[in-house]
Each structure stands twice: as C-alpha cells, then as structure tokens.
C-alpha cells in the first residue's frame, strides 16, 4: 500500500516499479500515443543531475525465477540484469542485459518477446490513473486471451495477419476511389470526344490476353478459397463427432469388458469346481496349491476372500460394479463403431476433397501471381499523368477494376481464414472460459452486490468478427463502457483483470500480482465494502495486490488493510508522509495526516 | 481405464480362444507368438463387429506387447488351463515356453463358445489361425510387423499405444474397409472369411515388399 496525500508521488512511485518492470509503454502495446510513455516521464519530477544518476531497481518472481532489472533514467532500456539461477551475476553490458531478460522471460515465462510481457503487465496486471479499460476492448481481451493461452494460439502471427488485413482493406479503398476518379475522367473525356466511332480496336497482346483473363481467374480464386474453407469447416464438425463417438466407443467398451471380464471368471470357476483343479482343491480340501499340504488357515482365508468376491489368493477388490447385460452393450457398441467408421470415413474423404481444393486454389494463386507480377510496379498519380486519352484511361480502369476484384478476393480468404483460427481457439480454450467466467461472476458480484456474469458477444468490426466478453447484471448486457456507472466500469475491470489473473496463476502453477492506482476515487462510501471483499478474495488465493491511496476519512486503504495482521502492517505500507516532501497546505494539516496514517499501519 | 483384474480376464478369454484354435494344427504358441497371434486377432476383430481390449497393444522391442497376456497365460497355467507344452532352447541360449491349453482348458474354452459374444470372438480366433496356417506359421511375426498400424508406429519409439479398430488412420481397420469397398456389395459370395483372406494376403505381399527381420526381430 502506497499512501499518501496529493503530490507526495504515490503515482511516480507506481510508475516507477512498472518502469523498472518494463521501461514504459512503447507504440508495440499501446496503439493511443497520448497513452504511451518511457524514461521522459520522470523528467520534470527530477534535477538534470538527478536525472543522470538516478536508478530504478526492480525484483521480482516469475514462477520459480527471481529477476532483477536495474534501468536509468536517460533512455528506457535495461541497464543491468540478474536472476536466481539463470544469470546469478549481474550482467551490466546493455544489450547483453536485455538479450539476458528476454532469455528469462521466455524460458520461466513462456513470453516470446519483451513486448509480450510488457502488454500483459500493461493491459493486465496494471490499472493506472489513465483508467485504461480491459473490460470492453475487444482487441486487447484477444491478445491477453491468445498470450494467456500460448499453448494454443499463435498471438504474434495472428496479430501480424490481422495487421495484414487491414493493410489490404486500406489499399482496397483507396483503390476503390481512385476508380471512381479514373470513371469520371473517362466520362469527361467522353464528353469532349463524342466520335467513338473513329477509335481504331486495340490489337490485343499475350500479354493483354492474359490480363483480360484475369477477372475469370480471380472468380475461380475466390471459389477454390471458398470450397476449401468450407471442407475445413466441415472436416473439423466431423473431427469433433468422432471424438464424442469415440469417448462413447471407450465408454461402452469398457462395460463390455468388464462384462466379459465376469463371464470368463465365473466359466473359469464352474471348470476349476468341475476339473477338481487347484484353486477348487484349496477352497475344497485346504490344500495349498504351491505345497500341496493342509492348510486350515489359508483354507479360512480363502474362503472369506470367496464371500466377499476378492480373489481367493491375494484377496485383491477388483471386481467391477455389476454390468448391463452383455448383449445389449454388445448391440449399442456395434451401432456406436459403425457410426464412428462413418464418419472416419467421411472425414477422409472431406480431408481429400480439402486437399484437392486447396490445391486447385494454389495453382490458380500461382497463375493470378504470374500475371499480376508481370504487370509494372510503378503507378504514376493522376496529377502526374500527361493528357490522358480514351484508350489509357479504359485500361486504366480496366487494371483498377482487375487490381480491386484481387484485393477483395484476397481479403475475403484472409477474413476466413483469421475467423476460423480464432474461432477454433475459442473451442480450444472453452473449459479455461468456464473457470474465467466463474471467477469472474464471483468478483463482479462481490462487488455489485448482485449476480454478475461475464457473456460472450460478437463484436461489431467491421474486418473480423471477433468475440467480446462483457459484463451482464440486473437482466442486461453493457455491451458499452457507457453502459455503466462510472464506478461499475472501473471495478468490473478490476473483477474482470482478477479473473484473468486467476486464470494465468492456475495455469502457471504460481500467484500473480495486480498493481492498481488510488482504486477508490470513483467509488460512494456504500460500494467501499463490497471493494473490501473483492480485493480480499483475491488475496486470499496468495496473489498480491500492489495499491495507491489517497489519505481520506472512511478511506478504503484502512478498511483493506484490516486483512493485515497489526504485526505486519507497517512492512507492508510506504508511507509518504515520511519520506515524501509535504506542501505548506499539507503542513498545516500533518497531525490530522498522521491520524489517519495510523489508523492504516495500526 | 479398466481394472487389471478385468484386462488380464479379457486376456485369459483371448489366451483361451488364440491356444483353442491353433490345437487344430497341432500347434502351440511361445509367448511371443501368442502376443503377435493375439495382436492379429485384435486387428481383424473390427470386420466381426468386436473391438480389442480398451487396455491392448503398445510399441515394445520385439512388436507389439501386452503385459496383460503374459499375466494370463501365468495365471492359466497355474490354475491349471494352460500347460507348457515343451521347453525349447533357442540359438541365443534363452528358453522358450510353448504353451497348449489342458483338458480342463479345452472345457473352459468349450464352455465360452456357448455364450454368443464369446463366440464370435472364437471365430476371429479361427480365422487367423486358419489364415497363418495358410500363409506358414513362420510367417507369423512378418505379418505382425506389416499390419499398418505397427508398421506407422514404429519409428516412434517404444511405449506407443497401438489402435488398429481406428480406421482415421492408416490401420487395419482402414485396409479392411479398402477391401470391403472393392468387393462387389450384395454378393453372397462376399463374406468376412473372403476380406480376411485378401487382409492377409495383403499384409504377406507387404511384408514381402520390406526389407527382411533381423535375427532379432525373428527371436
């Protein structure tokens, strides 16, 4: 808990250990400039000279690594590094430092890259006076889910590809538009030229042909991509059957088996009596099968293991609950393997037809490739061009026409392709969305006060239709931030980066932590409870909670702190109060300040 | 995953049939022979409707091997269903143990054939001792190293579990669903001994196409 009054640097001190951590916010993560910031963030909060010899060093665990990251404040980059077991010493040459850090971060954290766990601390694990939001951007809640889930997903390629969309799209129009203008051009030039007559008929070269064809080319493009996203689709709908009906098969295999299992024991058992053999002649005769002589006890034994159906020699408790009767498990099987077979059968065959249309697609890619490839680079802007003539602006419009009917086939297989990515991630990741959304309808009813849950819903983008999970209480959806008090966002972003968190601690195997500015600015007095209880449940998983507070009458700092042991207390507060430069308003209050210190460190 | 008290009873149901049905031939079975016997009946249970054991078959050193058989024909064998028929020492120095079932085991085996399933497990039994027969029963361990499932496996090391009743992969079930295809549909003379004569003579001409076993492999 950092505590303290207006200006005594409770935010430069947040800031700091989130610089320390990951020396800032750079374009990578965050796409809003006026939200980025580095090393320049500490320039007005110190001297020139300051400024040069100043240090921020920052330790912390990542899983079973402890890491130790020293940065300056003259440019944002690690200035040295150590870990536990990793780089035990201090590696003090910059870039060493850094390729150190991003080794660790990938070997004990799984982060591809620096960026990576700069995006998570930022978009996650940190909630700043800014009040960033998580809770409604879809872009964001995309790449924390694909980076919590790596094992799944491939977040980078994903994100580069959707970067690659939106490229496409971008040129699209601005092909689109430069069509309308050529249109235009050519009806004026119709206008001036109203003796159509008199053009003579280009003579076509291979190399027009070849362009003419390429229309009919990019259809068939467009239905070859079609044909194999469908087959994919539907190889992946049966792939799913035969999992269940394979479960089924095991299910019913299994009852069979043991059904077998006690028919085969109980023949046996008839022929042992029947033959006299030597199990019989113990349980009969007390003669021991091994020895061949009396032996009462082991008779005894025996025949108590019998009662209570255990084998009669090491008195093992294997048998099964009682099965159905054999044929009717016989008969289910055999209608659940001939349904299994079918669809194995299906899926080979949608598996050919996919390989035959995505074969067909590349080789009609490769003959849309030649053409377009063999067509000049350089297109000179409509400002540049000389007096245009009728036949140079019909080709004109001929190659935009041509060039806007390949983007759109292209950005039509891409979106296809992107959805369908993500939506198999979404399949994929479906039990951990379960246990999110349990956490998370705990933490935002702990604080609401009322049930709480978190609900997918398809967000309205206009390139990719990705899935948005947000809040729904009181029997409506708040597909908006606008959709809810000015408390209810920031604290249902806190529920909602808690559940993450969760969700990250369970798959990792270790706690994590969430660092939040000065959390009850936007909170009424009636709701600082119900924030009590949420942070507490929290905690109460071993996470840590790092936390800003102003010192206020009925303030949440002391009623959070109530969790906290008196003995432990002042460990756990950073009082500014005592180390922070108080102003002359301040001053004149410091026993009234020092009052409500107390009633926080106890 | 089923108890090991009903995977070795499955087993000894298996053991039972497998020794029951090469007796005809005046054959017994090593314990390597019975696992590869076993492992042919396990892949061509499909055509009969029936499915191997849920616990059966993993890649080992000598093909595939379920611990489970060797627990059943011990346990046969000392309750007194089994005997060891002859002890045969091998070029190695090791020794073998053949295995034939004992007149209570014939009564045993007997006494299976009256329940329906168990039946039909028998014929699958028949049909590959007849088929072995057929092809040479020193032909036993190159059909086993040609069945398609094993034969993808393999490279992968040991320990691999085997499924040849999966026919979304290259295994038996997939080639006796070739086979099946092929074969004029509605003939009456298109019956189960006919796929199961042209599975092996098709696992026989692949075993013929790869490179001969080691000495090893043949052990």
Redesign the interface.
Known sequence: MVLGGNGLGKTTLMQALVYGLTGGVSEEIEEDKRLRWGHAYFRSRLAPKQLRTARITVSYNLGKERLTVRRGLLGSHVEAFRSSSAFPSWIENKEAAERALGTVLRDFGGYANMDDFAFVVHRLMYLPESRRLLAWDTNAQTRILMLLNRDLAEEQEFRSRRDRLKRLDSRKRHVHVQLGHAEQALINILDEDESEDDVPDPIESPEQAAIDELPNLLKELGGASKERVEAGEQMRSVARSITVLANEVDDLQRSADNAEAELVSSLLEGEERESNLAIYKLLENAICPCCGTKQKVMQATARQFQREQKCVLCGSDANEPESPELSSIRSQLAEKTNALQANEEAHRLLQQKFLAARDHEDAVQAQVNTIRFSQPILMIPDSSLAKTTREDMLRRRESLEREEADLAIQLATLQAELENEYNTFLRSVSDRMITLKQAYERYASEFLGIPCQLVPEQDADRLLDLTAFIPEFNGALRPTPDSCSEAQRFFLDIAFRMALLDLASEMGGSPTSFICETPENALDLSYLDNVVKMFHAFVEKKHSVILSANLQEAGLASRIMSGVSQSERRGRVVNLLEIGQLTAVQQGSLSRLRHLARKVTG | ???????V??R??DVGLALRAVAPYERALSRIQLQKFLYLMDSLA?LY?L?P??EAHYTFRHGPYDPFIQSAVDSLS????ARIRSLVRRSNGNIASEYSLT??GV??SD??LA????AERNEVAEVVAKQVNRIGWNRLIPLVYAEPTFFNSRPEGYGKKLKPQ???TNSS?YVL?LIRHALPKQSSLVTRDIIAEYYFDYLEAYANAQRPLSAEDLA
């Open positions: 995953m089923n108890s090991d008290k009903t995977s009873l499955i000894m149901r499909g409707e499915l054991p849920l000392f309750r007194g269903f007149i209570a009564r045993w006494g299976m329940h329906h399933a168990l999966r026919s979304s079930a669903q």
